[in-house]
Nanobody, 115 residues
Framework: QVQVVESGGGLVQPGGSLSLSCSAS????????MGWYRQAPGKQRELVAS???????NYADSVKGRFTVSRENAKNTLNLQMNSLKPEDTAVYYC?????????WGRGTQVTVSS
């Protein structure tokens, strides 16, 4: 059974940094894509950053230059380093795993940027 678990959320002041981690297990097929999404109250879930098979990365315009996504293939782990955080980055952050037989989501981790 595929499991996706996020960790590392919390409260941080504007301008601060936070690191998120996503661990995937129970995978029996190749991973096509791993990505971070977020959903703020009253808003739709949106892509933050992703890595597709082969290593190509994709970022939302709002986080370019501030966030860095990386993947540890041997551990099926996806990391998100978030710097220069802004209040508008406040959201629940979800990890998504795209496999040959379906998409899998974690339960999310809360990130709050506030003074």
């Amino acid at each position: 059974q595929v499991q996706v678990v996020e960790s590392g959320g919390g409260l941080v002041q504007p301008g601060g940094s936070l690191s998120l981690s996503c661990s995937a297990s129970g995978i029996t097929w190749r991973i096509y894509e791993m990505g971070w999404y977020r959903q703020a109250p009253g808003k739709q879930r949106e892509l933050v950053a992703s890595i597709i098979r082969g290593g190509t990365t994709n970022y939302a315009d709002s986080v370019k230059g501030r966030f860095t996504v990386s993947r540890e293939n041997a551990k099926n782990t996806l990391n998100l380093q978030m710097n220069s955080l802004k209040p508008e980055d406040t959201a629940v952050y979800y990890c998504k795993l795209v496999l040959g037989y379906g998409d899998y989501w974690g339960r999310g981790t809360q990130v709050t940027v506030s003074s």
